[in-house]
């Protein structure tokens, strides 16, 4: 069974440009998330998808991060501007099923520079 | 607001020595507690689920168990294999998010 997919792995910008993340998750999950994981930290939920509906979106810095999941598979996350403390590993997962059981499967994750 | 805090957060074994990792946690009402294994530059890994307090749950030389205000994740005998950064997640009662510490990065020397 492939796993979750995401590119690009590695990103470097400068600060006030704007930057794209793509996600695949596993074949069949009905819900992904979008988690941001700065160095030395656990990861922060960014956004939660049920299909292609937002579930929660309470921590989503709206002013300049934005993330859709068009019909109900892959998935977007972008910045724009950057801004420095943006630098982090932006995680995807998904997990099956309606309800978010704590079992989710993540991808390798996004590493972004900003400078 | 949900909090968890894990301790140590460094741990450096010798292969064989055997040692507890911590998670505290403040909620709300739990769901669900979990652990997860994550390597450098790599995505974290489900390792367990528990739910309530006594429980325990073994997978290899990894043993996780639950009270009512902590977790500890055991490692029994660990190899150079088990070298981790561990990390611990809440979910509480009234709302599927989880919450995530900061976690214990083991390494383990042959």
């Known amino acids: 069974e492939a796993g979750v997919a995401q590119s690009p792995r590695y990103k470097i910008i400068e600060k006030r440009q704007s930057v794209a993340f793509w996600c695949n998750p596993i074949s069949g999950h009905a819900t992904l998330y979008w988690y941001q994981q700065i160095l030395g930290q656990g990861p922060k939920l960014l956004i939660q998808f049920q299909n292609n509906g937002v579930v929660d979106d309470s921590q989503l810095p709206k002013d300049r991060f934005s993330a859709e999941r068009l019909k109900g598979v892959d998935s977007t996350l972008k910045i724009q501007p950057a801004k420095l403390e943006d630098s982090a590993v932006y995680l995807c997962?998904?997990?099956?099923?309606?309800?978010?059981?704590?079992?989710?499967?993540f991808g390798e994750g996004s590493r972004l520079t900003v400078l | 607001e949900d909090q968890v805090t894990q301790s140590p957060e460094a741990l450096r074994l010798q292969e064989g020595e055997s040692s507890s990792l911590n998670c505290s946690y403040t909620v709300s009402g739990l769901r669900g507690l979990f652990w997860y294994r994550q390597d450098p530059g790599k995505g974290p890994e489900f390792l367990f689920t528990l739910y309530s307090a006594g429980e325990e749950k073994e997978k290899e030389r990894l043993k996780a168990t639950l009270t009512k205000k902590e977790s500890f994740l055991h490692i029994t005998a660990p190899k150079p294999e088990d070298s981790a950064t561990y990390l611990c997640?809440?979910?509480?009662?009234?709302?599927?998010?989880?919450?995530f510490g900061a976690g214990t990065t083991v390494t383990v020397r042959a």
């Open positions: 997962a998904s997990s099956a099923g309606a309800s978010n059981t704590g079992e989710l499967f």
């Open positions: 997640a809440v979910q509480a009662s009234n709302d599927y998010k989880l919450s």
